[in-house]
């Protein structure tokens, strides 16, 4: 069984730092990988896809990268900034394109 | 606009009074699931869909029914709600067959919050 643990579970951090979160999963036979943000009592928005065969992606001030060998993600959230403060989540795909595991999220505040 | 729309957004309501979330998805995708999330447990599944009149049990399906007679439209069935399903549910959709880039990238309804008493 697919299970998808996301470190830290909270985050403070000052504006205008760089930070970096985490999400592991047991299994490595995924097809693809997904980081969503989350905000208080809404909806989850999503911010990047990886498929299994790529190693990273980029958009805007966010960069998320894939090891399936080690079951390793990480966010990488450049300069950040009082509008990221949310909780973001790690969602992998696998058994057979139905399964979608998520992780209990990091959430994240940013101190103007 | 591509979306997932979910209906209502808010539901109050009493034990064992049979209710029905709506979900629809104007992407013509194939698979859509439903999710319950929950202080600290996170977001699980519930029931999911490959394609009309394909349907399978996710992690947590005890006391959840589902039909897919439309690709559009995956309803979310409580026969007799209990407290226990007090929750925020999500519906998502996504598609195999699309273009490589955003193959089985999932798109997520706004939610429907809901309050059994």
């Known amino acids: 069984k697919q299970e998808v643990t996301q470190i830290p579970a909270a985050l403070s951090v000052p504006e205008g730092e760089n930070l970096v979160l985490n999400c592991s999963f047991t299994d490595s036979a995924i097809y693809n990988l997904q980081w969503f943000r989350q905000d208080p009592g809404k909806g989850l928005t999503s911010l990047l896809l990886i498929q299994s065969s790529q190693r990273e992606q980029t958009s805007g001030r966010l960069n998320a990268s894939l090891d399936k060998s080690s079951g390793r993600s990480t966010l990488y959230i450049a300069a950040s900034q009082p509008g990221d403060s949310a909780t973001y989540l790690c969602?992998?795909?696998?058994?057979?394109?139905?399964?979608?595991?998520f992780g209990t999220g990091t959430k994240l505040q940013v101190i103007p | 606009e591509a979306q997932v729309t979910q209906n209502p957004r808010y539901l109050i309501t009493v034990t064992g009074k049979k209710l029905t979330v709506t979900c629809s998805q104007n992407m013509n995708h194939e698979y859509m699931s439903w999710y319950r999330q929950d202080p600290g447990l996170g977001l699980r599944q519930i029931y999911y869909s490959m394609n009309v009149e394909v349907t399978d049990k996710g992690d947590v399906p005890e006391g959840y029914k589902v039909s897919r007679k439309e690709k559009r439209n995956f309803p979310l069935i409580l026969e007799s709600p209990s407290p226990n399903q007090t929750s925020l549910y999500f519906c998502?959709?996504?598609?195999?067959?699309?273009?490589?880039?955003?193959?089985?990238?999932?798109?997520f309804g706004p939610g429907t919050r809901l309050t059994v008493t």
């Open positions: 998502a959709s996504s598609s195999p067959t699309i273009d490589r880039g955003r193959l089985h990238e999932q798109y």
């Open positions: 969602a992998v795909l696998s058994g057979g394109y139905q399964k979608v595991t």
